[in-house]
């Protein structure tokens, strides 16, 4: 019995354990399944809770033994406890992770970071525009817009990738186009030996296809590449497209997710805890931002 208060050592040890935001939770992985050449999607499921993500948060993923890594979620929120995850295996966490079969586990942290802000947006213009493996977290996002299609007026998303090898959510794009209230465009940087027969360029050249839309009236999410922003920033402005209505997600070398190690610093801004979500406004003038 503790002195102060009356209450159980076991007791403050567990409280400390279920609300700190340095341990880890189990997490059993249930589904798995390849998209791409680097890329595979994880549905992972807590036991006893949701994970209570927003669109556009991340988790810290961890192997015992090996390390941790800052992944983006991919599924929209949920009220079950499973959550979606598209990892690209670029590094020895990851690699140990698609190494993983359904029925294994991994530590999981989160979720942290700033969100889409999806109630903000209500009873405006939509426009997603992502690039390569960007889809993933901007996915979350689109999958709660299309939930609430009533709060939102018109909603455009524009994707590209290298090639149509690495075309992510091939299923799901084949139904978001047959839908009459999403206006879905795609393009690939090449088509090389693929059966294309889809646009072929960068992804500011779908940019015209935004046209109809009043910049005023409109949202423009960026997600994707660090190269592209600049660009597609460039294309928005030259439609008029103010800087406030301009929302960003930067990943930049995210590693804590606390606001700790300082590797995602950009000046006085922690990427980890004030992004990954930024309007673009607010970060413009910051050179390591975009």
Not at 226 to 232: L, Q, R
Request: glycine letters at 8%; aromatic letters at 10%; one cysteine or more.
């Amino acid at each position: 019995m503790c002195e102060n208060c009356g209450c159980t050592e076991t007791n403050q040890k567990d409280d400390v354990q279920k609300n700190s935001i340095y341990l880890p939770e189990v997490a059993k992985l249930t589904q798995k399944k390849k998209m791409t050449p680097f890329d595979s999607f994880f549905e992972f499921q807590l036991k006893d809770r949701p994970l209570g993500h927003l669109p556009g948060q991340f988790a810290e993923i961890s192997i015992p033994g090996i390390g941790e890594a800052p992944i983006s979620i991919s599924s929209g929120p949920s009220k079950d406890n499973t959550f979606e995850m598209v990892i690209r295996n670029v590094g020895s966490v990851t690699n140990a992770i698609h190494a993983l079969e359904p029925g294994e586990s991994v530590g999981v942290r989160g979720p942290f970071g700033t969100s889409f802000p999806m109630n903000n947006l209500k009873g405006k213009n939509l426009l997603f525009i992502t690039g390569g493996i960007g889809l993933v977290p901007a996915r979350s996002a689109i999958l709660y817009a299309m939930e609430h299609r009533k709060d939102y007026k018109e909603f455009f998303i524009l994707f590209g990738c290298k090639d149509p090898s690495q075309r992510l959510f091939t299923d799901e794009i084949e139904n978001w186009k047959k839908r009459d209230d999403i206006a879905f465009h795609e393009t690939v940087d090449r088509k090389e030996n693929f059966p294309w027969e889809g646009n072929v360029g960068v992804i500011t050249t779908l940019l015209p296809k935004a046209e109809k839309l009043d910049p005023k009236e409109t949202y423009a999410i960026i997600v994707g590449p660090p190269v592209m922003y600049k660009f597609v920033i460039m294309g928005l402005h030259d439609l008029e497209f103010p800087d406030e209505h301009i929302i960003v997600s930067l990943e930049r070398r995210m590693k804590c997710g606390v606001g700790k190690c300082g590797h995602c610093q950009m000046d006085s801004k922690y990427v980890c805890q004030d992004g990954p979500v930024f309007y673009y406004h607010d970060i413009k003038h910051l050179k390591e931002a975009i």
